[in-house]
């Protein structure tokens, strides 16, 4: 889970949690984080996640956008880098993950312990007659 903070435009002190990729960031409807800025294209950037890369920010061709005061067309994106496009600067940052339910583990867990005490006391019992 990837979530951009949005550091300053109109939406400055939003939060936006990508889970699908690829993720359309611009000022068109469509995309997933619309930002009315100035300086921004209607389908700006892309970022896009590949298994063997990681995130990847792929700008739309000629659109302006700075990773770190860097201009970049592609470029890898790293945890806490500051994008920059138009006059919106937004930060990625990867986001809290969400830890499965433990109780099915446990329950398991419990219930052997409690059969193999049960099997141990029948087992006691059977060599003590």
Known sequence: MVQLNVLSGKKAGCQTVARHFPFHIGRAPGN???????GVWDR?????????????????????????????????????????????????WLGATRQRGLRAGEFFVWTMVVAVTFAQFALIYWLIR
Request: net charge negative; hydrophobic share 40%; glycine share 8%.
């Open 44 to 92: 700006h950037l892309t970022l896009e996640f590949h298994r063997e890369g990681g995130f990847t920010l792929v700008t739309a061709s000629n659109a302006l956008a700075s990773v770190n005061s860097q201009p970049v067309q592609t470029t890898v994106l790293r945890n806490g880098d500051l994008i920059t496009i138009g006059s919106v600067q937004l930060q990625f």
């Open 32 to 38: 997933e984080l619309q930002l009315d800025d100035a």
